[in-house]
């Protein structure tokens, strides 16, 4: 059932699995987001939002090492040298590749709950060209 207020519709994107102040939704334009009373859209698409777990697991698998920044350390990372990840389109949440580094930026949460703190990064280093190229 679609909610929202006019002339904007959101669909509920799945069941709730655990306690959250926020729903998946799907948006008006097959944005893939979070909802709790303001919208933050965090992929382009369902496929973008798809793409981007695949690539989270992959880069779990294969990092030597993962360090994750949270709040203003976040807006401090220098992504010189570094390219987006075209197949996530990500809006609020992106993709970053580099040489031998994959970098998630979550910035949804923080957005639909006015919670700075909340900004998180995730830096996957140590990957061959295997790892930054390829999805296995």
Do not use: K
């Not at 294969?62 to 350390?73: F, K, P, S």
């Not at 930026?105 to 930054?132: F, K």
């Amino acid at each position: 059932m679609p909610e929202g207020p006019d002339p904007d519709w959101y669909f509920g994107a799945g069941d709730q699995r655990t306690a959250l102040p926020y729903a998946f939704m799907i948006g008006p334009g097959g944005e893939f987001g979070l909802h709790a009373g303001d919208w933050a859209p965090l992929h382009a698409s369902i496929e973008g939002w798809v793409e981007a777990l695949a690539l989270a697991d992959h880069a779990r698998r294969c990092a030597r090492t993962t360090t994750t920044l949270t709040g203003d350390a976040v807006d401090d990372l220098d992504l010189d040298g570094f390219e987006p990840v075209p197949e996530v389109a990500g809006l609020a949440d992106t993709w970053w590749r580099g040489t031998d580094s994959l970098i998630a930026i979550y910035r949804g949460e923080a957005e639909v709950m006015n919670a700075p703190q909340c900004r998180t990064a995730t830096i996957y280093a140590g990957l061959n060209e295997w790892g930054i190229h390829r999805l296995g």
